[in-house]
């Protein structure tokens, strides 16, 4: 029962944090990173995909409503496409504890 709550909780920094760096002088919504890794774990409830390892120091894909989630070769699929270690590659914004605030996650390859 302890991890949906660290994972919402991890959710909700990620997301305060994507709102707050546009207003504080953080980086901007123009600097976006991409990162490709293999899924550890995925919380369909709290939106969050956790990584088996951290890549250029993302652990934690948040998705927020404006996520899309497509196929390789460029079907629009969802989160039931995104299973451990199913390797995926996400764009996004930085957020805050190690979490990727994704625009978009594009499935490479499926276990």
């Known amino acids: 029962m302890i991890r949906p709550l660290?994972?919402?909780?991890?959710?909700?920094?990620?997301?305060t944090s994507a709102v707050g760096c546009?207003?504080?002088?953080?980086e901007?919504?123009?600097?976006?990173?991409?990162?490709t890794g293999t899924v550890m774990e995925v919380s369909p409830s709290a939106q969050i995909i956790l990584l088996t390892a951290p890549q250029n120091g993302?652990?934690?894909?948040?998705l927020t409503e404006e996520t899309t989630i497509m196929l390789e070769d460029g079907t629009t699929t969802d989160l039931?496409?995104?299973?451990?270690e199913?390797?995926?590659?996400?764009?996004?914004?930085?957020?805050?504890?190690?979490?990727l605030?994704?625009?978009?996650?594009?499935v490479l390859t499926q276990p």
Do not use: H
Request: glycine content about 10%; some cysteine.
């Open 101 to 106: 605030i994704a625009d978009e996650i594009v």
């Open 6 to 15: 660290l994972l919402m909780l991890l959710l909700c920094l990620a997301l």
């Open 58 to 62: 993302f652990d934690t894909i948040a």
């Open 80 to 84: 039931t496409a995104v299973r451990p």
């Open 22 to 26: 546009a207003g504080n002088g953080g």
């Open 86 to 99: 199913t390797t995926i590659q996400a764009s996004g914004a930085a957020g805050e504890s190690n979490a």
């Open 28 to 35: 901007s919504p123009d600097s976006a990173e991409t990162i």
